[in-house]
T-cell receptor, first 114, second 110 residues
Framework: ETGVTQTPRHLVMGMTNKKSLKCEQH?????MYWYKQSAKKPLELMFV???????ENNSVPSRFSPECPNSSHLFLHLHTLQPEDSALYLC?????????????FGSGTRLTVV | QKEVEQNSGPLSVPEGAIASLNCTYS??????FFWYRQYSGKSPELIMS????GDKEDGRFTAQLNKASQYVSLLIRDSQPSDSATYLC??????????FGQGTTLQVKP
């Protein structure tokens, strides 16, 4: 248990489905992140939330919709995805007022779009 | 474009040897540097952080930072098969946002 919990661990969805990924952190951090990790590629930052406000959207397609109701919870809502969206989706958190501490990652959701 | 570069490998070393993993970064404003270990199918795990020029040792791991050369390295002494994983280098500035390299795959052969 890393202190950052992601559910589900695995998800298979059709291109017309709607699903949500959930992330919860128990570390008292105030910044949360969504990353996408595809095979043979660096981690791609998708969204950043600081104190539950979105501060960055890295040109992510609108079929990915984040939601951060509070500093401990982060969601990624998915709809009409494409097969190329299949990847490992990682949530991370950090303490924004201690920039040098690095991130703590959740265990990830392995997403397969069919 | 701020980047962190790593050789993707695989880097293959025999058990008991020293594994040397290298990383360069482009943003001279970077202040913090991290090494993450990622086992296949798992999430990245922070193993070392370094902020000042020089060496930082933690058990079998030594991180080295040279800001003039924009170079970070990770040495793993007495490598074990359980060290076989992908190692991600990351740099951070005053925005709190980390930039990750693509990772180097390490294989430690018994």
């Amino acid at each position: 248990e890393t202190g950052v919990t992601q559910t589900p661990r695995h998800l298979v969805m059709g291109m017309t489905n709607k699903k949500s990924l959930k992330c919860e952190q128990h570390l008292g951090h105030n910044a949360m992140y969504w990353y996408k990790q595809s095979a043979k590629k660096p981690l791609e930052l998708m969204f950043v939330y600081n104190f539950k406000e979105q501060t960055e959207n890295n040109s992510v397609p609108s079929r990915f919709s984040p939601e951060c109701p509070n500093s401990s919870h982060l969601f990624l809502h998915l709809h009409t995805l494409q097969p190329e969206d299949s990847a490992l989706y990682l949530c991370a958190s950090s303490s924004r007022d201690r920039d040098l501490q690095g991130y703590t990652f959740g265990s990830g959701t392995r997403l397969t779009v069919v | 474009q701020k980047e962190v570069e790593q050789n993707s490998g695989p880097l293959s070393v025999p058990e008991g040897a020293i594994a040397s993993l290298n990383c360069t970064y482009s943003d001279r404003g970077s202040q913090s540097f991290f090494w993450y270990r990622q086992y296949s199918g798992k999430s990245p795990e922070l193993i070392m952080s370094i902020y000042s020029n020089g060496d930082k040792e933690d058990g079998r791991f030594t991180a080295q930072l040279n800001k003039a050369s924009q170079y970070v390295s990770l040495l793993i002494r007495d490598s074990q098969p359980s060290d076989s994983a992908t190692y991600l280098c990351a740099s951070g500035g005053n925005t709190g946002k980390l930039i990750f390299g693509q990772g180097t795959t390490l294989q430690v052969k018994p």
